[in-house]
């Protein structure tokens, strides 16, 4: 059964929600599914802005032929080839095959190397060309890197659509809600779009800043995005959550702990850490076992609070392995502005606490790391009770001040 929804008058959500897959490139869980879209304008010409995942081909192509309607497809515009979208393509010139593709040199490039044969009917564009397809005129603007170099955006001059690739996108499947003010947007996605962009674009904030401030200039009515909602209505609020994540700017003042615990005694002092800074005033105190939870949500957490404790046990006489996969995940991502604590644990020959600090203030940009360290040899005693709360009153002044 094709499942659509109408946008506008002329254009049409043909896209198709994936909630068999269980990873997102094969690395991140995404529990409530992805969603796969792609948008039917419906002018003097029939103008598809991106295809789909092969996974969903088949109901993709449904809603597709369904919007058409016995109309031919006149152009297939790719914003970006990730397979994601692009997957489906050849199933668009096996039936159309009149259809002329529209995208960047890069995109064609990208497309011949996995396979697509678009020769004949390539339309390269680069920024600030225009298409005129009847009633609307859409320009394309350069977003490499947001998040492959190929990608471009497109904005309909017309009625201020712009079709954003993966910008603005995020995690989870639609169901049946399209649109952002037809969710609860800060109960049921705000983390999901930013575990999705935190994981996905993260890296390349500088690029989507450069991306923003084109942005600026246009009059924006509408954003439709390859992944999650369309955005119609408060798009200052999305615009703004971008501005932050991309500066590397904490959304809030907080406190993450993460902790890699082997027998409980790091995590038991990671949890009276986290009592104290509560009972000191700090209202955002999240914990984290780095063994058992997905680093995909310890990034998306890095991006949104201020301060970071890493709570380590020494290991093969080096960092405990899942909390150094964390810190190079925070290298890779561009993680920076942050500030961390240190506690280290360690039965003899500690070492996890200064290869940390070593690690955040050599391998990453603009971080610092308090000097108060809190050392553990092997459990934290009755005794140790004033050195945890020198630790945690260094950690609070830092938020609180
Ligand atoms: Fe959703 Fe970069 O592909």
Not at 301 to 322: C, D, K, Q, W
Not at 332 to 361: P, Y
Not at 374 to 385: F, T
Request: glycine share 6%; net charge negative.
């Amino acid at each position: 059964m094709h499942c659509i929804r109408k946008i506008t008058d002329d254009l049409y959500w043909v896209g198709a929600n994936d909630r068999r897959l269980a990873l997102f490139e094969n690395i991140h869980p995404i529990p409530r599914g992805i969603s796969y879209n792609s948008y039917l304008l419906l002018d003097e010409q029939a103008v598809l802005f991106d295809t789909s995942d092969w996974a969903v081909c088949r109901q993709f192509l449904e809603n597709l032929e369904t919007a058409l309607n016995g109309r031919k497809l006149d152009y297939l515009v790719v914003n970006h080839v990730e397979p994601d979208h692009s997957a489906s393509l050849e199933e668009i010139l096996l039936r159309w095959p009149d259809v002329k593709i529209i995208g960047t040199a890069k995109a064609f490039t990208f497309l011949h190397q996995f396979g697509a044969k678009t020769e004949g009917h390539e339309d390269p564009v680069k920024e600030g060309d225009t298409r005129c397809f009847g009633r609307h005129t859409v320009t394309f603007l350069a977003a490499p890197m947001v998040h492959w170099p190929e990608v471009m955006v497109t904005f309909d001059t017309t009625n201020g659509v712009l079709f954003s690739a993966d910008a603005f996108g995020s995690f989870s499947a639609l169901d049946g809600k399209l649109f952002n003010d037809e969710v609860n947007y800060d109960r049921d996605w705000i983390d999901e779009a930013r575990r999705y962009y935190t994981n996905i674009v993260g890296k390349y904030g500088m690029q989507v800043q450069s991306l923003l401030k084109k942005a600026a200039k246009l009059d924006i009515k509408m954003i439709c995005p390859l992944h999650g909602l369309v955005w119609r209505s408060d798009l200052g609020y999305y615009l703004g959550k971008y501005d932050k994540w991309s500066r590397y700017e904490p959304e809030e003042k907080g406190v993450m702990i993460v902790y890699g615990s082997m027998y409980g005694d790091t995590e038991s002092a990671a949890g009276a850490i986290a009592a104290k800074l509560v009972e000191k005033g700090v209202k955002q105190v999240e914990m984290f076992d780095v063994s058992s939870t997905h680093v995909s949500h310890l990034i998306s957490e890095s991006f949104r609070l201020s301060h970071i404790v890493l709570a380590s046990v020494t290991y093969n006489l080096g960092i405990y392995p899942p909390m150094l996969s964390y810190l190079h995940d925070m290298k890779a991502l561009n993680v920076q502005k942050r500030t961390f604590a240190i506690v280290e644990n360690g039965s003899w020959a500690c070492t996890s606490g200064t290869l940390m600090t070593d690690f955040v203030t050599k391998e990453m940009k603009n971080c610092s790391v308090l000097e108060n360290r809190l050392s553990i040899r092997s459990a934290l005693g009755p005794d140790a009770e004033p050195q945890l709360d020198a630790f945690v009153a260094a950690v609070a002044d830092s938020v609180n001040g």
